[in-house]
């Protein structure tokens, strides 16, 4: 017994050292190690999409306008005008000197510049923009976006709405897309290009503040887009498109005490310009219908004083002589109420009521005389340049 303890014993013993120097020199002859050892998991690739690239990230964002200025920007073009100032040096300002050598002695010639904006609006090179930005001018140049540079004549304009065409000669000008002014709806996000101070094109973004705003003493027609956009000198003339880059109004006008942008802007809606346009580019002028009247609108106090009910119409304060108001019977204090079966509010309804009618058609002009409805029959006339108070 005692001898077989002894081989085991001694069995163990050599089995402990072999498996030590094993461990030791071999340890790779070891079978693996069991389970419950801590071992890193490598994960699998995983496939990896595509950077998408910058444009088409930033497409669709809602915090941006890129799109509808990507679009609209190419069609905005900044415009520069010079025109001969003749100024007298006081040197030469002697009467009996002016007698003798003429009434241009001592003049000196000088040239003027200045800066506006204006829209492509047809690839054969008819662009749109103020009355005000090229008139008088005795040279005109358009800057287009890619900084080439083009001589512009003027095709025609419409002092009544401050609307000018120009057209230049040249390749690949890209068009803008006409909006709906109709369709606009305050509230509603515009963004405003243009050329101001002479900065280059420039974006500025706002809201719609009202629509049909009148009576300003800016044109004889009005019937304004107010925008809190900012509008600046040499923004005359450029374009005010919706969040889309669609052309909705021509940048016209600014209120302000300092000369600079005050948060109120006005264009002129797109509507408008689309009419001037054809005409233009059509005779070459703008064809509008003519009265002869000169019109005040009917106010509370004159509503209760002529019995009229409501505060609608226009009375009439004047009928120039042989006009076709005054062949068809119109007389001083007639109220003007209705105009070809539409409802007129107030004079400046009127004027746009009577405008667009055809020069030579009878028109229905009904009128409350001495408290009672009377129709004349019209023949509308052709309106004459603009004159203070004409209607």
Known sequence: MTRLWLIFAQTTTVCLAALFVVATLKPEWLPAKGVGEMVPVLQAPQPVAPAAPAAAAAAGRADSYHDAVARAMPSVVGILTSKEVRTRNPLFSDPALRRF??????????????????????????????????????????????????????????????????????????????????????????????????????????????????????????????????????????????SRGNLVGINTAIFSGTGGSMGIGFALPVSTAKMVLEQIIKSGAVTRGWMGVELQSVTPAIAESFKLGTPDGAIISRVLPNSPADRAGAKMGDVVVNIEGKKVADAEGVLNAVSSLEPGRAATVRVIRKGEQVDLSVTIGRRPKPQPGGN
């Open 101 to 242: 050598f003429g009434d241009r002695f001592g003049d000196e010639a000088q040239k003027a510049t200045s800066l506006g904006s204006g829209v492509i609006v047809s690839p054969a090179g008819y662009i749109l923009t103020n009355n005000h930005v090229v008139e008088a001018a005795d040279e005109i140049e358009v800057a287009l976006p890619d900084g080439k540079k083009l001589v512009a004549k003027v095709v025609g304009n419409d002092p009544d709405t401050d609307l000018a065409v120009l057209r230049v000669q040249g390749r690949d000008l890209r068009a803008i897309s006409f909006g709906s002014s109709e369709a606009l709806r305050v509230g509603d996000v515009v963004l405003a290009i243009g050329n101001p101070f002479g900065f280059g094109q420039t974006v500025t973004s706002g809201i719609v503040s009202a629509l049909g705003r009148s009576g300003l003493g800016i044109n004889t027609f009005e019937n304004f887009i107010q925008t809190d956009a900012a509008i600046n000198p040499g923004n005359s003339g450029g374009a005010l498109v919706d």
